[in-house]
């Protein structure tokens, strides 16, 4: 069974950082490509990064450009991004997505629970 | 970005059928997901590659469509299909649709 548990959620001031985690299991984590994504309280949901399988490339959405980094752990089956910079508007849970396959392009096949990052003085 | 629109909300009793559309503002070929959202949960992958049904999905969800518009349809509806419904489109960076509520009466 595919697994996806995210840590690392909370209320933080902004201006600071926050680094999530996402620990998978149940499959072959180095053969997907994965991702994050978010949703602020009672809105949509927005793609935030993504990570190939091997993690030799990235891609983020234009507003998180140059302050969130995703990164993966292969042998650890671990995903991560790490948020710098925080703002406001950064507030939503994040989820934890595994890609349809080992490239970027495609289907977020499963979902972790999610994690909530709030920011506020 | 490729913008999805969706319709806001949808009403149907339980046995019908339903249709929820989603259009993209450029072709996404054939590049759209479908996903179900329940209060309090995360996203279920339903429907990719614009007609594919998921492994485990029940065949009463189907999908169709290419280019700019797409429609998801749930053949009969059950009561636990009370839910949120967003598209997602993956020939650009990836986007979501707005999102179709979808009530019981």
């Known amino acids: 069974e595919v697994q996806l548990v995210e840590s690392g959620g909370g209320l933080v001031q902004p201006g600071r950082s926050l680094k999530l985690s996402c620990a998978a299991s149940?499959?072959?984590?180095?053969?997907?490509?994965m991702a994050w994504v978010r949703q602020a309280p009672k809105k949509g949901l927005e793609w935030v990064a993504t990570?190939?399988?091997?993690?030799?490339?990235?891609y983020y959405r234009d507003s998180v450009k140059g302050r969130f980094t995703i990164s993966r752990d292969n042998a650890k089956s671990t995903l991560y991004l790490q948020m710098d910079s925080l703002r406001s508007e950064d507030t939503a849970t994040y989820y934890c997505?595994?890609?349809?396959?080992?490239?970027?392009?495609?289907?977020?096949?499963?979902w972790g629970q999610g994690t909530l990052v709030t920011v506020s003085s | 970005d490729t913008v999805l629109t969706q319709s806001p909300a949808l009403a149907v009793s339980p046995g019908e059928r339903v249709t929820i559309s989603c259009r993209a503002s450029?072709?996404?070929?054939?590049?759209m997901h479908w996903y179900q959202q329940k209060p309090g949960q995360q996203p279920k992958l339903l429907i990719y590659?614009?007609?594919n049904l998921e492994s485990g999905v029940p065949a009463r969800f189907s999908g169709s469509g290419s280019g700019t518009d797409f429609t998801l349809t749930i053949d009969p509806v059950e009561a636990d299909d009370t839910a949120t419904y967003f598209c997602?489109?993956?020939?650009?960076?990836?986007?979501f649709g707005g999102g179709t509520k979808l009530e019981l009466k």
């Open positions: 990570i190939i399988y091997d993690g030799s490339s990235t």
């Open positions: 450029e072709s996404v070929s054939t590049g």
């Open positions: 590659g614009a007609s």
């Open positions: 149940g499959f072959t984590f180095s053969d997907y490509a």
């Open positions: 997602q489109q993956s020939w650009n960076d990836p986007t």
């Open positions: 997505a595994r890609l349809g396959y080992y490239s970027a392009d495609g289907w977020f096949a499963y």
